[in-house]
């Protein structure tokens, strides 16, 4: 939003004849005594004044039109017209930067080293990760969105409750193709919020399998939930955890070494 300064309005100044005459263009008059009274206003010392003065207020107003510009968009941020700026996502995207760690982190093989090393589980990358590259906020968000089935064995004859799955003591577990999807979508939005904070990063992140992976999952065709009840395998992960500048120099391999 801009400000627009009103005109500056002039109005005549009462006085007597010295003011009546200012306004009429003179300058100075006779007094008694013979001599000439300069207008203050026309002097010297009236001009730098009122130089001075208009320095002031246009530095005043200069000041509050940068303000509210740097706060109308840190508080507006929008896509297509629409406000997000009470989204859990943006308004918690500055707490998520944490102390960065200067090397590659991992998790250990089993859930035991895991906890030991300081490691969470993220039941939406299904994966233990050092607590710099985990987005609690992102997480809860789309685990409360959502409520999946999830099964212990491919025949789907034993249910896993929600508690059971976060205690990521399990090897794998099946769910739903619908729970892939948005598991891309969310590693997807995990990536910008920890690239705008410039927070560590998990290897899936910056793979190119995982691409691969989601791109094979979200462009299947629905499963039929009457044949395929229990939908895809997700075995748990140790991943890994580093700053993007300790990654470049040492980027996960890839599997598939051109586009298929």
């Not at 507006?76 to 200067?102: I, M, Q, R, V, Y």
């Not at 233990?128 to 064995?153: F, G």
Request: aromatic letters at 8%; proline letters at 3%.
């Amino acid at each position: 939003m801009r400000f627009r300064s009103n005109s500056q309005l002039y109005e005549k100044v009462s006085g007597g004849e010295d003011a009546a005459d200012t306004l009429v263009g003179k300058s100075t008059i006779t007094t008694s005594l013979g001599r000439r009274k300069e207008s203050w206003l026309f002097s010297p010392i009236g001009t730098i004044l009122i130089a001075i003065l208009t320095a002031i207020v246009t530095a005043f107003i200069s000041t509050i039109i940068v303000s509210h510009r740097t706060s109308s968009t840190n508080d507006h941020l929008t896509t297509n017209g629409t406000s997000h700026a009470d989204e859990p996502f943006l308004t918690n995207e500055t707490s998520l930067k944490t102390e960065a760690p200067t090397e590659i982190k991992g998790c250990g093989s089993n859930a035991a080293e895991a906890r030991a090393l300081g490691c969470v589980y993220d039941v939406m990358m299904q994966d233990w990760m050092s607590a710099e590259c985990y987005d609690s906020v992102l997480t809860e968000k789309y685990l409360a969105n959502n409520n999946w089935t999830w099964w212990a064995d491919s025949n789907a004859e034993r249910t896993m409750s929600n508690e059971e799955v976060a205690l990521g003591e399990h090897d794998v577990v099946y769910v739903a193709q619908d729970y892939h999807v948005k598991h891309c979508i969310f590693a997807w939005e995990k990536f910008v919020r920890a690239f705008r904070t410039q927070s560590p990063l998990i290897s899936e992140l910056i793979s190119y399998d995982h691409v691969i992976h989601c791109r094979d999952h979200t462009l299947l065709p629905a499963l039929d939930s009457t044949k395929h009840i229990r939908g895809v395998v997700a075995p748990t992960g140790y991943t890994h955890c580093a700053p993007y500048d300790v990654w470049i120099k040492a980027l996960p391999e890839n599997e598939h070494s051109s586009i298929d």
